[in-house]
Structures are given as C-alpha cells and as structure tokens.
C-alpha cells in the first residue's frame, strides 16, 4: 500500500495517537477543570465580548501560521521529484557516452550515482549525518567529471551531468534548510500562549448553564490544540524518523527512481562485461 491510499485512519504512527489524542485529552481535562471551577463557585469572569475577540485573534494567529507552513509543504512535494529527475537523467546521461565514445569507462561514475541516491534515502529518514552525504555527494561530483570527458567536444551534452549535480545539491540544500528552519518561533510562542490564556480564561467564565459552558469550553480547547499540533507537525515535511510525525512527503517517487538507478548500473555492468 501507498501513502497516497493511506487515510486518516491508516497513517503510520498513527496521527490519532500523536495530535487527535492529545488534543482530546486536553479538551477533557478542561472540561473535568470547568465541572470543578463551577461547583466551588469560583466564576468571577462575565460572559462578554472579550472572549469573542480573544478567540478571533487566537484563529487568525493559526491562519497565518497554517499559510506559512503550507507553502512550504506544497514546495517539499516537489522536492522527491526533483531530486528523483536529477539521478535518473543523470544516471541515462552518464549510460549513454559510450555511443558516442565507445572507450568511455562509466561503471565507476554510475556505481557512485547509485551510492548517492542510496545516501539521500538513509539522510532523508535520518540514518546518516548530512556531513555523509555532502561527502557522497563530492565523490559523485569527480567521478561524472571525469566521465564527462569523455563528452569533450560535444558543448551541451558534456555539461548537461555537470548541470543536473548542481541540482541534486540545491534541492539538499533545500531540504536542509527546512529542517532546521522553525516557522517563525515568536509567532509560535504568541499562538500557545493566546490559546492557553483562552483555555484559562473559559474555565472561569460564569454560565447559567453547566453543560452549555462544558461543551464550549472543551470544543474550543480541542479545536485550537488540535490546530496548534497540526501546524508544528506540517513545519518538518521531512521528519519521516520521528515516530510521532505523521504529515511527512512521500518517497515513494524517489525510491522508485533508486532502484531504476541501480538497475542502470547493472545493465552497464553486464554490457561492458561482453
């Protein structure tokens, strides 16, 4: 099974575990909180139209974070893709000197390729160190150097391997810079710090109503919560190694593209075996 057919209730590590749980917890505990508040008598707080703008500005504080987020998402999509585009032409283009220069020895360069694409799967799930795969990386770079001279004298053809390497590390660029990028942190703190000054202040809102102040009270803690964990989790597109991330992109694509590489390499292997 794919992760595009996986549904909400079939996400490894399941997200009903890490944020539906969570916020639900919270709700209840507000909710069991407000029981207690009430039969001891502590409500001081009026209902009025402060908890209507506090509520109004706490949404728009989640709005403009969930925007953020999300553009970034959209643009980690394409990333997998990208990468998978850049090591399969790359891997073609080297496979495909010896019709122009039959000497041409390729199996190193297509052997290194493969490394690398193996590399960029262990980095992206967190198994091995981005300083391993910069070095994978610059092993790579020499050797479709060097293949690439084997193209001296065909203009675009020998610079087109050149071209595709400077975007595999573009796009492992970016990749490491969404990582360690967190989404405006002082908009983050305002945002938990409005929604718990809301959740406080909804335990000690007085109500003629008991069941009516529960409900809102614990609605409006699991709608925000939820929101809140929602965002954090969308921040890492790439935190496929954390158990209780579940909004990760798919590498579906690029394992594909992985193991065609490596299918390349084979078939290179055997015919310069001939």
Not at 159 to 176: D, H
Not at 205 to 225: H, K, P, Q
Request: net charge negative; hydrophobic share 45%; with cysteine.
């Amino acid at each position: 099974m794919t992760s595009a057919s996986l549904n909400f209730w079939d996400i490894p590590n399941h997200r009903r575990r890490t944020i539906l749980t969570r916020s639900a917890l919270l709700a209840c505990l507000v909710g069991l909180a407000k029981i207690f508040v009430h039969y001891i008598a502590i409500e001081p707080i009026k209902p009025n139209t402060l908890f209507t703008s506090l509520i109004a500005s706490t949404v728009f504080l989640l709005g403009f974070l969930l925007s953020g987020v999300l553009s970034d998402y959209k643009e980690s999509e394409r990333i997998p893709g990208e990468l998978s585009t850049s090591l399969e032409t790359l891997a073609l283009d080297i496979n495909a000197i010896p019709t122009l220069n039959p000497n041409a020895e390729i199996n190193p360069c297509l052997n290194s390729i493969t490394i690398l694409s193996k590399l960029l799967i262990d980095w992206l799930l967190e198994r091995v160190p981005t300083s391993q795969l910069i070095c994978g990386f610059h092993k790579c770079h020499q050797e479709v150097a060097k293949a690439s001279i084997y193209l001296n004298g065909c203009g675009t053809l020998q610079a087109r391997p050149q071209a595709e390497m400077a975007a595999l590390l573009k796009s492992i660029n970016r990749i490491e810079t969404i990582r360690e990028t967190c989404f405006i942190p002082l908009v983050y703190w305002l945002a938990y710090a409005s929604a718990i000054v809301l959740t406080t202040g909804l335990l000690f809102v007085g109500g003629t109503n008991l069941i009516e102040s529960i409900f809102s009270s614990a609605a409006v803690t699991f709608l925000i919560f939820f929101l809140l964990f929602l965002i954090s989790d969308l921040d890492n597109p790439f935190g496929l190694s954390n158990p209780k991330s579940a909004e990760n992109i798919s590498l579906d694509v690029l394992q594909a593209a992985c193991d065609r590489v490596a299918k390349i390499e084979v078939l290179a292997s055997n015919n310069s075996s001939l």
